[in-house]
């Protein structure tokens, strides 16, 4: 079955610096697109970036553009979220997401109005002082 698992989270001083990783199972990463969402304490699930399965499509949303960059290695089965600079505000559980039909939405309101079907359990970032 479709498993996806996050990994990379942790604490991190403001300005500095992660890498997550979301490791794919149960289906063939390279025919499919991948989501990071991320969900604040009190507040909505948001999708963070996206990358479509033949690199044609990337989101990112306004927040995070120039500090996170999304990647795949489909011979690792695994998406990755480089996130840089980062701020106090970037504090999320953060989630990876597939959809064997979706692929990546380039607005934001298509992600909650559509959703993915498949999602990881999270990984925590905290970036504090």
């Known amino acids: 079955q479709v498993q996806l698992v996050e990994s990379g989270g942790g604490l991190v001083q403001p300005g500095g610096s992660l890498r997550l990783s979301c490791a794919a199972s149960g289906f063939t990463l390279d025919y499919h697109s991948i989501a990071w969402f991320r969900q604040a304490p009190g507040k909505e699930r948001e999708a963070v970036s996206c990358?479509?399965?033949?690199?044609?499509?990337?989101y990112y949303v306004d927040s995070v553009k120039g500090r996170f960059t999304i990647s795949r290695d489909n011979a690792k089965k695994t998406v990755y979220l480089e996130m840089k600079s980062l701020k106090p505000e970037d504090t999320a559980v953060y989630y990876c997401?597939?959809?064997?039909?979706?692929?990546?939405?380039?607005?934001?309101?298509?992600?909650?109005?559509?959703?993915?079907?498949?999602w990881g359990q999270g990984t925590q970032v905290t970036v504090s002082s």
């Open positions: 997401a597939t959809d064997l039909i979706k692929g990546c939405y380039t607005s934001s309101s298509f992600y909650t109005k559509y959703p993915y079907d498949y």
């Open positions: 990358i479509s399965d033949a690199y044609t499509t990337t």
